[in-house]
């Protein structure tokens, strides 16, 4: 959920964070239906690490950058195969479906939010018993488990 907190706006889709290297590097490129905004959190203010290119993008996009405040500092929706720099320096940007600047009715000053969706259906690791006895006797190369004594699984 993205809300404007200046307008009392809000955006009530999916948001993912791009806060590493390689989240950031991978962005929407290739994303065929874009129904989330992903924030980039930025190694430092600047307007060339806000700059963006939009090669690879399927689909064009809104564009919100904001300072170290969150305050928005430039907007805009991207087309296709071009380049994109801020008017001043940015530390985070968000991107999103077309339609997102409108219903946050993004000004530049505006203090935005952002609240990321939890990441579901991740491995969990679990800690399981082995079986006491393992058996490839008469079964063709097929093992067999002759009994397990418990398995248990704990929340990380």
């Known amino acids: 959920m993205l809300v404007n907190e200046t307008k009392g706006r809000i955006w009530h889709g999916r948001v993912r964070l791009a806060d590493t290297f390689f989240k950031r590097f991978r962005g929407l490129m290739l994303v ?29 996009i809104d564009v919100i950058w904001l300072d170290s405040s969150r305050r928005v500092v430039d907007f805009k929706t991207a087309r296709k195969w071009r380049v994109y720099v801020p008017k001043k320096a940015a530390r985070y940007i968000i991107e999103g479906p077309v339609g997102m600047i409108n219903v946050l009715e993004v000004e530049e000053g505006d203090l935005i939010r952002w609240s ?27 093992a067999i488990a002759e009994s397990v004594k418990e398995i248990r699984t704990e929340k990380a």
């Open 32 to 60: 065929r239906d874009i129904n989330y905004a992903l924030v980039f959190v930025l190694p430092a203010e600047t307007r060339a690490n806000a700059s963006i290119h939009m090669f690879f993008m399927l689909s064009d």
């Open 116 to 142: 990321p969706t939890e990441e579901k259906n991740k491995a969990v690791p679990v800690k399981i018993s082995l079986p006491e006895k393992i058996s490839f006797e008469g079964s063709n190369g097929i």
